[in-house]
């Protein structure tokens, strides 16, 4: 006897450790045949079960499957689409409900960030409120480390981990330049609403001293007059400046420093990211000679210096989500919860949907030094383990082996189309 | 008995793999003492020689000059500084004796590229010009991979090796987002006069359809219309579309495409490189959604994903110019020279300053895709032992173990000082 089978999607913004927790769930749902029979994946996620794509991962050899660990990106595509309330878009819901009885699904596996848990706790009503009955489980996703109750969200402890090296990496470049060449250098990275990313360019150094000498969070107004004076000082001090800056910092007022900038001929803002606007910035006001690096989906991609930590922790969430789904837990996330510091101890345990839908975390304020620019201890105690170990794909001929799936489409059984 | 000083300085911009070229030299230097007694490093280049400020590298331990070798950065420092000739600058070369005659110096060896091996090769005829007999070796060094006679410039490797995973991984992210968002990436690379790293990138995938779909590189002149079909085919055909451009992309009058960007309310350019300009050109016209990375230094410095091809020739060039030194070789600079492709097979050789020095290698045309768009068959087999194999530093609570050096200075023994 095998069980009902189950859908997963991959949901929103991917990261360069989404599809180790697809291996933990694939993997382990393998070993329950007896409660799940099939994992078939959205192609693009949600959208693929809206539209009846759906991917028969039972085609997939267990190698390939294992591949995912250290596979980048999304494996079976995301998708950006909110599905809205049960009311508003009963349509959307009876159509899930079509797909899922046409090709037997018992149970709802949706890997993504805040907007993807709500999402998910709305089809976890489905069986109440619409009559049919699926065990739905969210997996927490996102760099943004924003979800809340959870130690940190898979995804976040890799990007750390790659801003903090390329800071520190870059920062040994200008350092050696700064005598005749670059003063200062700015990283621009990810974080429209909350610094974490940003935060974990702190790691790179100890002390005031030490690069990064600025980091730029959103949570903290920028001003220009405390910024200039402290750069200034790096420059006759040290002889120059690294500033990591998140994409979301902003004036008191709330408007972002990306905005700061010049019209083109067709009155389109000049789209160049907030590393440009501050190295503009700085030229004017102090003269300094400046490189910038805008990592984008560098950062999030760069599972060749993933961390084993945030690997692991992946795993043990697509894994979770599954024994979680088989004891019949419904409309619940797997989290991390950290029950010791130093060394780093973790557990599985889990959150409620309906508390867990879009609530932000942001970094609290004692993670931010005094002057704003740059991270306190305790932040330094939360981050540090997040970044530990390294887990290294295999390569070949210089390039790591990632895998591309096969990713052969389950039968359609349905007639009707559906507009998304 | 000992031998003369040696004076060791680093030139123009730095690499992830400068530092193993010094490993490699002083390492070497300390072996044969009978010839070589201290090395001395330029504190910031040349300009330490010409201010007597010189690093007692014999201070160092034989522990933290043996991780120079997994070290990014320059670590005496670098410049950008030439020296013009010796007729023009005659006073500056007049000092270098003065320093090198001071410190009892007999050796000069100089890291660099093209500039600096002309600097090195005037440095050279200085016994001859002006009665100061000294051994002169150039230290190849450059990601541009434009010094000639050498198969590659230590450098170049880690950063091909960079730019080909950076584009792979981003590639997958793109893929997986591109049904409801992102259609195009853009990577911009270094190179403003030659395409070899742009080149790399193409190593990131085989065929048309393998990302990435479109190399821009500064030696085809950019032709819009070509690139807009190009860019609409990609996302019609895959989905979506990735861009790597060197920051040296044109048009057919010789204008960088980075130039062709809005002034701001003080009349400057907008200095927002050739990604933005792209993506923008590229919304405007086909409306596609895009993100774009900016490496800038954090190619140049990604020591923790090093070739270990590159770090391998970096040390031996090194070594070699040690050797060469010793053996009483004036004016020479240490090469690679490819022996065999498949396997790849190569050994030290050499080449005389005099032909080196201001000579740049250009990509050949064969080793561009008719379309302008790519790479041939040709440049692969180039290229791809360059970035073949991993080096990886040790690491500490998730970041790369990086020597900082003590860098103690030699003790002055000049009273008057050098205006630079």
Redesign the interface.
């Known amino acids: 006897m095998t069980g009902k089978n189950a859908f997963y999607a991959?949901s929103g913004?991917?990261t360069?450790v989404i599809n180790a927790s697809a291996c933990g769930l694939i993997e382990t749902a393998r070993k329950h045949k007896k409660h799940i029979n099939k994992v078939y994946a959205g192609r693009?996620?949600i959208?693929g079960a809206l539209a009846e794509d759906l991917i028969d991962t039972s085609k997939e050899s267990a190698s390939a499957i294992a591949a995912l660990r250290h596979?980048?990106?999304?494996?079976f595509?995301?998708?950006?689409?909110k599905l809205k309330g049960l009311d508003e878009s009963r349509a959307q819901y009876e159509r899930l409900i079509e797909v899922f009885k046409a090709h037997d699904i018992g149970y709802f596996f949706y890997n993504g960030g805040g907007d993807s848990m709500d999402t998910a706790h709305k089809v976890s009503q489905i069986g109440k409120k619409l009559g049919y009955p699926i065990t739905c489980v969210g997996v927490p996703k996102t760099v943004d480390n924003d979800l809340p109750f959870t130690d940190t969200c898979p995804g976040f402890g890799s990007v750390a981990?790659y801003v903090?090296?390329?800071t520190?990496?870059?920062?040994?470049?200008?350092?050696?330049?700064c005598?005749?060449?670059t003063k200062v250098?700015i990283?621009e990275v990810m974080g429209r609403h909350a610094g974490w990313i940003a935060a974990a360019g702190g790691?790179?150094g100890q002390g005031s001293a030490e690069p990064p000498h600025i980091i730029l969070f959103p949570e903290v107004p920028f001003n220009a007059k405390a910024f200039y004076a402290r750069v200034k000082e790096c420059v006759t001090k040290y002889g120059y400046c690294v500033i990591v800056v998140s994409e979301g910092a902003r004036y008191k007022d709330g408007r972002f420093l990306a905005e700061s900038?010049?019209?083109?001929?067709?009155g389109?803002a000049?789209?160049?990211?907030v590393?440009?606007v501050l190295?503009?910035m700085i030229?004017?006001k102090l003269g300094y000679k400046f490189?910038?690096?805008?990592?984008?989906?560098?950062q999030?991609?760069?599972?060749?210096?993933a961390?084993k930590?945030d690997v692991n922790q992946a795993y043990a969430m697509g894994k979770a989500a599954v024994e979680f789904a088989i004891k019949g837990n419904n409309a619940v996330m797997p989290i991390i919860k950290r029950t010791s510091d130093k060394p780093y101890r973790w557990k599985v345990d889990s959150a409620q949907l309906s508390k867990v839908a879009n609530k932000e975390k942001m970094m609290p304020k004692k993670f931010i030094s005094k002057d704003g620019f740059g991270i306190t201890k305790a932040c330094r105690t939360y981050l540090?383990p997040?970044?530990?170990?390294?887990d290294?794909p295999p390569?070949k001929?210089?390039?790591?082996i990632?895998v591309q799936l096969k990713n052969i489409a389950v039968k359609k059984k349905l007639k009707n189309d559906f507009k998304i």
């Open positions: 991959q913004g991917v360069s693009n996620g959208i596979t980048p990106g999304g494996a595509g995301s998708c950006r689409y981990k903090a090296i390329s520190k990496e870059a920062a040994l470049d200008v350092q050696s330049m005598a005749t060449s250098f990283l790691l790179a900038t010049t019209k083109d001929a067709f389109h000049q789209l160049g990211g590393a440009p190295a503009n030229k004017d490189h910038y690096a805008v990592a984008d989906y560098l999030r991609a760069a599972r060749h210096i961390s930590t540090e997040l970044i530990k170990g390294e290294y390569y001929n210089g390039l790591p990632y």
